[in-house]
Structure formats: structure tokens, C-alpha cells
């Protein structure tokens, strides 16, 4: 186990509400990612946060948006749900901002009705 | 638009067997490429290979970049039925913005006793 951690497990919403997502680095990492993988997909790069600032952003519309607090630990925050939202939601810690060896967790399963 | 390409998708070996996995990939600002073994939900590191030509090993899995032909293969030698996972390639990159990080589909390796 890597020691990152999220929660929900697992969520059901329905379309149109919003989901807040949160995440627990490993200790001793500053840097959080988050990831949209759907089913029989690679995960998808959400965004980064360093040092509570966004550094890196994929290609995901602005109704997600993201936070990461002073000890590291982050949300992930979604608006208007669509059921395309449907996916498994990674989240991955790293020692620095510039160190590509991530560290995931176990995911939550967000379902959208 | 970075892409990373993994083949085959699917295989089915038997244990003992050696398998190859392919990983090609088209991105701006290349860092480093990092394999990873995803049992259930969270994908757990395997190798981060940023020089051309050096081998990475880890027991029975090895794997080698080549940064001028833009690709890297993962083997694993008398395999046995726990490396049955998906198998996931990553490119890490940078831009003026930040990190990016670009994962292939993934290769689902099924091992049989």
C-alpha cells in the first residue's frame, strides 16, 4: 500500500449535482494529481497542485476544479454532473513537483444517474 | 495532441511463459515513462525509465526505453498467474503551464495456471 488515501469509496449522484472528492497524500509529499479513468480506459490527467497552486492541467472542463490544502491533502471538485462523469477518480501523490513517480490511491467510484 | 499506444491490448499466456509489452508514444517536452501493474483500482509503481538504452530490473520484469525511436517494451520472464493485471504505460511532460502526464489504454495480461 502506498499510504495515500481517499474517500469516498464509492459515491452515487445523480446528473446535474455537484461531488466533492478528497484525497490524503503519502507523508513527506507536497504534490497531489488527479486522475478520470473510465472503464476499460487508462487513466486521464486531471490537474496537479503544488504548494496549494495548480501547475498542470489536462484537458477537463473548468466545472473541475480542484484544491489542495496546507498539509498537502486535496479535493476534487465537480459541477453539474453529466453522466460521462461516471469513472473511477485516482488520486496520486509525489515528492516534488518536478518528480514524475506517483503514488496512487485506491480510488472512488462515481456513479452518475 | 500527446498519445501514448500500447500493444497488444489483451493477452493470454500460461505460466512460464515471457511476454513483451509495447508502448509507443508522441509527446512535446518528454520527461520521463513510467509502467505501472493495476490489479484492482490502484495502480502500483513498476519502473520510471528517463535515459535511452539503460534496463530497468525488478526480479522477473525489466523494461528499456528508446527515446529516439519513442518506445518502451516491459518483460516479464516465467510469468506466474499474479502478474495477471492491467499493465499501464505514462508519459510525463511539461509545458510553460506545468506538469502533464499521458497514460495509454492499458494492457490486460492474463496469466493461466
Known amino acids: 500500500e502506498t499510504g495515500v488515501t481517499q474517500s469516498p469509496t464509492h459515491l452515487i449522484k445523480t446528473r446535474g449535482q455537484q461531488v466533492t472528492l478528497r484525497c490524503s497524500s503519502q507523508?513527506?509529499?507536497?504534490?497531489v494529481s488527479w486522475y478520470q479513468q473510465a472503464l476499460g480506459q487508462g487513466p486521464q490527467f486531471i490537474f496537479q497542485?503544488?504548494?496549494?497552486?495548480?501547475?498542470g492541467r489536462g484537458n477537463f472542463p473548468p466545472r473541475f476544479s480542484g484544491l489542495q490544502f496546507p498539509n498537502y491533502s486535496s479535493e476534487l471538485n465537480v459541477n453539474a454532473l453529466e453522466l460521462d462523469d461516471s469513472a473511477l477518480y485516482l488520486c496520486a501523490s509525489s515528492l516534488a513537483q518536478n518528480n514524475e513517480k506517483l503514488f496512487f490511491g485506491s480510488g472512488t467510484q462515481l456513479s452518475v444517474l | 495532441e500527446d498519445k501514448v499506444v500500447q500493444s497488444p491490448l489483451s493477452l493470454v499466456v500460461h505460466e512460464g511463459d515471457t511476454v513483451t509489452l509495447n508502448c509507443s508514444y508522441e509527446?512535446?517536452?518528454?520527461?520521463?515513462l513510467l509502467w505501472y501493474k493495476q490489479e484492482k483500482k490502484a495502480p502500483t509503481f513498476l519502473f520510471m525509465l528517463t535515459s535511452s538504452g539503460i534496463e530497468k530490473k525488478s526480479g522477473r520484469l525489466s523494461s528499456i526505453l528508446d527515446k529516439k525511436e519513442l518506445f518502451s517494451i516491459l518483460n516479464i520472464t516465467a510469468t506466474q498467474t499474479g502478474d495477471s493485471a492491467i499493465y499501464l504505460c505514462a508519459v510525463g511532460s511539461r509545458d510553460n503551464y506545468g506538469q502533464n502526464f499521458v497514460f495509454g489504454p492499458g494492457t490486460r495480461l492474463s496469466v493461466l495456471p
Open positions: 507523508s513527506g509529499h507536497n504534490t
Open positions: 497542485y503544488y504548494r496549494e497552486e495548480e501547475n
Open positions: 509527446v512535446t517536452n518528454f520527461r520521463s
